[in-house]
């Protein structure tokens, strides 16, 4: 607008100023990328002493309680064992979580004990065959008798 209305110094003062004002910018841009470069390695380095620090505090709980590196081993693959065990667990009681409500979840059980019984044979259960007595007394005789022979025993004290 300067230099539409004749004033050729203002408007060269105005292009100089909008220069400066672009080259601050830029300048003030490099600096701020600066800048969050160097809070990023600070970031890192907080994060580098943490870990440090959970080493430190870990190998001296390893010398502490007389534990090797195997051990540990040993038990993380036993904590991974466990944990795929679980995910089993819970991709099978998938469908059950998905199921409405417990009427749902009712018919699905019994379901599943159809399926069951299916895949199980019947047990047989035979009866078992009455005990023959050495004789064939009627029951009052053979009481009679083993009275009778009792009765005939002598026990003498001691």
Do not use: W
Not at 87 to 108: C, G, M, Q
């Amino acid at each position: 607008m300067s230099f539409k209305a004749g004033d050729k110094q203002g408007a060269f003062r105005y292009v100089r100023q909008s220069k400066l004002f672009s080259e601050s910018r830029n300048k003030c841009t490099q600096l701020l990328e600066r800048v969050e470069e160097v809070i990023s390695l600070i970031a890192s380095a907080e994060s580098t002493k943490q870990v440090y620090e959970a080493i430190q505090i870990g190998m001296k709980a390893m010398k502490e309680h007389n534990v090797s590196i195997e051990d540990i081993n040993t038990h993380l693959k036993e904590v991974d064992d466990l944990v795929a065990a679980q995910r089993k667990i819970n991709v099978a009681l998938a469908p059950l979580h998905s199921l409405a409500d417990e009427e749902d979840i009712e018919e699905e059980f019994r379901n599943l004990e159809a399926e069951l019984e299916d895949k199980i044979s019947p047990v047989h259960v035979e009866e078992p065959e009455p005990v023959l007595h050495a004789n064939d007394d009627s029951p009052d005789e053979t009481v009679e008798s083993l009275s009778n022979n009792l009765s005939s025993m002598k026990l003498g004290a001691m």
